[in-house]
């Protein structure tokens, strides 16, 4: 999957509430999707791109969403050290036309997903699973998305919603807080069967 050429890349970058954490926006749609690579292994598998970024030591995880990279790097690294060289290089990297995902990534997501949950709902449940996730899709993901990170619905279980940050998201101060104080708060009003939201590392 590589990106449609338009005229030259542009490229800039976005504070996410992670400090550890940069968007890379460029103007290109590179994959419509979530691909959440936090592995070496992972990347060297599914994502050219994600696995050329882990060539760099400070880098420690790859987010790649719709026209964005998030990167996360190393805490013992700065920013203003290595922000130059990861522009440009991701600048050069789509100019190029390199491949950014490969093909089958979506469908073996799919399968590792639904052999994790391992779930089916029914009855009321089915129902109301149907209601958080439509929720979550669309009130809490376009604003996680901006952040430069994603959430997905996980499980529910008796009152319990599980859902797995993303991205920016993951091992950020903030989400806790975006977590209880805005989405479990909106959950909790709109689907009065939630008692808690709680959050896994995807």
């Known amino acids: 999957m590589s990106t449609v050429a338009t005229g030259p890349v542009m490229l800039y970058t976005e504070q996410t509430p992670n400090p550890e954490t940069i968007k890379f926006v460029v103007n290109r749609m590179l ?6 690579f936090r592995t ?3 990347a060297d ?3 050219p791109l994600a696995a050329a970024l882990f060539d760099h030591a400070y880098v420690k995880g790859v987010y790649i969403c719709n026209n964005f990279v998030s990167i996360t790097k190393e805490f013992n690294y700065n920013w ?3 922000m130059l060289v990861l522009k440009e290089f991701i600048k050069q990297y789509i100019a190029d036309d390199k491949p950014i995902l490969k093909k ?4 073996a997501m799919e399968a590792i997903e639904t052999e994790k949950s391992g779930v089916e709902y029914t009855g009321d449940d089915a129902e109301l699973v149907k209601k958080i996730k439509e929720l979550i899709d669309t009130y809490v993901k376009p604003a996680v998305e901006m952040d430069g990170g994603n959430i997905e619905f996980k499980s529910f279980n008796e009152g319990i919603v599980s859902v797995v940050l993303q991205g920016s998201c993951s091992g950020c101060p903030s989400s806790t807080i975006t977590l209880k104080s805005g ?5 909790k009003r709109m689907v009065p069967e939630v008692k808690e939201v709680v ?3 995807g």
């Open 183 to 187: 989405i479990e708060g909106m959950l």
């Open 45 to 47: 598998e599914w994502s």
């Open 104 to 107: 089958g990534f979506d469908e």
């Open 40 to 42: 070496r292994d992972l």
């Open 199 to 201: 959050a896994e590392m």
């Open 80 to 82: 203003p050290d290595i």
């Open 31 to 36: 994959y419509k999707g979530t691909a959440d």
